[in-house]
């Protein structure tokens, strides 16, 4: 290609010699004609060897220009061909290198191939290599989109004028966002935070890069980083909003567990310090002295039973429990459970019926955990209804559970209380509940039991006319 084009090149400037050699000739022809048309008359003699000069002079700068043309045409080739041949080698070089990878090893003669082709081939091969780039781009594009649109975090990108690059469903849900909330200062005047751009981008070290906000009924986690262009120029702010609303309400049942536990242990250690100080202080009849060892001995039983709760449900927490998986029936359990309590039962004169379902399978739990869940239902009834009370257990069996209803006429429980009671430590009536020697942790620990064993608990109930309690345990598949 090289001596194709030098070819070409050249070729052109001696074509336009040629022309303007063939102008210098078609001068000198027409002096020659000139000079006929003249003759050999005496008075035209010094006109004729004024043009034969002309001719002379002529006919030397034709040759002369030639030959100077002739030089011009080959250099100005060889070094058109250099400014115009050696990029295009280069480009081809590097077309192939960008074709074969960086580590690939180039290794052909230019000399024998055709670089128009080769240029062309080289294009194609790049133009290929760019679209499969740009398709993996545009694949990544919409993975990064895909997930940022599902994303649980909100993802907000603001440039450096504040406004929105990109932004996800989820932060618009999470700050509770409108159309005309479109900027960085009004997206966060409407959330009362005092916060700049410019100082999180420039003063980054100098500002706080977090903050916490209570939107509606939710709290979120609203953390801002600057991020950079490929120069590693600012080039804006990334938003992220985290709902942390459950973990607040953690942070807080953790709280309170701890002041209730403190609160629940110290009541009757106080107690006991109180009337053992009491003893030891003074001398009191025989009478006194029962009491006052009756209220030690039970306080002392109930920190105990509340120690062995907080112990039972520990070990529930941290998986330590053994759980010994049995095959059982579910009505004897129950009646077996009636019988235990049948002294509190006579006591409070309470009529208590149990109906079985002699089709009811046989379950697979933890007998001994079923148990005790079964026995902390009872005793609320029992505790919970006045005297003389009617109680109602149904043991039956719906699809693949079994379940266990007990049904009673007592106090209730107020309906905006029945989404905590299985709170630990929450009672609706706490004083009466320490009265009756309640821990505040029967329903808690019920509902750890039945979660180990697949099954639930549901409770229903209205102030004044009672509770139902629901049971569900799965039974044993055949």
């Known amino acids: 290609m090289k001596k194709n084009v030098n070819l070409k090149i050249v070729l052109l400037f001696f074509i336009l010699g040629i022309i303007l050699i063939l102008g210098l000739g078609a001068s000198y022809i027409l002096m020659l004609n000139q000079i006929e048309m003249l003759g050999t008359k005496q008075e035209n003699v010094a006109l004729i060897n004024n043009v034969n000069s002309q001719l002379q002079q002529t006919r030397i700068i034709i040759i002369v220009s030639i030959i100077i043309y002739t030089i011009i045409s080959f250099l100005i080739g060889y070094f058109v061909l250099k400014a115009l041949v050696s990029p295009m080698k280069k480009l081809i070089k590097s077309a192939e290198e960008i074709a074969l990878g960086e580590n690939a090893k180039i290794n052909f003669n230019v000399q024998n191939i055709s670089e128009v082709s080769d240029l062309e081939n080289a294009f194609n091969i790049m133009t290929n290599e760019l679209k499969q780039k740009l398709s993996e781009v545009n694949r990544q594009k919409r993975q990064i989109e895909t997930i940022l649109l599902h994303m649980t975090d909100g993802i907000i990108a603001f440039d450096l004028e504040g406004n929105i690059i990109h932004i996800n469903p989820a932060a618009k849900i999470l700050l509770d966002l409108s159309e005309k909330e479109d900027n960085f200062n009004k997206i966060f005047q409407k959330l009362n935070i005092d916060i700049n751009i410019e100082k999180i981008i420039y003063l980054e070290n100098w500002t706080s890069s977090e903050q916490r906000k209570d ?3 939710k709290v979120v986690n ?17 938003t992220l909003i985290q709902d ?19 609160h629940e242990l110290k009541t009757p250690i106080t107690s006991i310090m109180g009337y053992s100080d009491t003893l030891l202080e003074g001398e009191y009849d025989e009478e006194t002295r029962e009491k006052f060892l009756n209220v030690i001995s039970s306080e002392a039983r109930r920190m105990a039973r509340l120690v062995t709760d907080l112990l039972t449900l520990s070990r529930y927490d941290n998986k330590k429990v053994t759980s010994e998986i049995t095959s059982f029936d579910l009505g004897e359990l129950v009646k077996k459970c009636e019988e235990k309590l049948r002294f509190e039962i006579e006591k409070k004169g309470h009529n208590i019926e149990c109906f079985v379902t002699a089709s009811v399978p046989p379950v697979l739990a933890d007998k001994y ?10 005793s609320n009834a029992i505790k919970y209804t006045k005297e003389h009370g009617n109680i109602k257990v149904y043991v039956g069996f719906v699809y693949n559970d ?17 989404s905590r009671i299985f709170d630990r430590f929450y009672r609706v009536d706490k004083a009466r509940s320490r009265e009756m020697g ?12 039945l979660d180990q064993n697949k099954g639930s608990i549901d409770i229903k109930s209205k102030v004044g006319k009672g509770t139902e309690v629901v049971i569900k345990i799965p039974t044993q598949k055949k």
Do not use: C, W
């Open 438 to 449: 309640g821990t505040g942790l029967g329903l808690s620990i019920a509902k750890e039991i």
């Open 244 to 262: 942390i609303t459950e973990h607040v309400k953690l942070d807080n049942m953790r709280k309170e567990f701890v002041a209730d536990v403190s």
């Open 402 to 418: 079994a379940y266990i209803k007990i049904i009673d006429n007592g106090i209730g429980i107020p309906e905006e209380d029945l």
């Open 369 to 378: 955990g079923i148990e005790r869940v079964v026995l902390n239902i009872l």
């Open 215 to 217: 939107v509606g009924d």
């Open 222 to 238: 609203i953390f801002f980083a600057p991020f950079q262009d490929e120069n590693d120029r600012p080039a804006g702010v990334i």
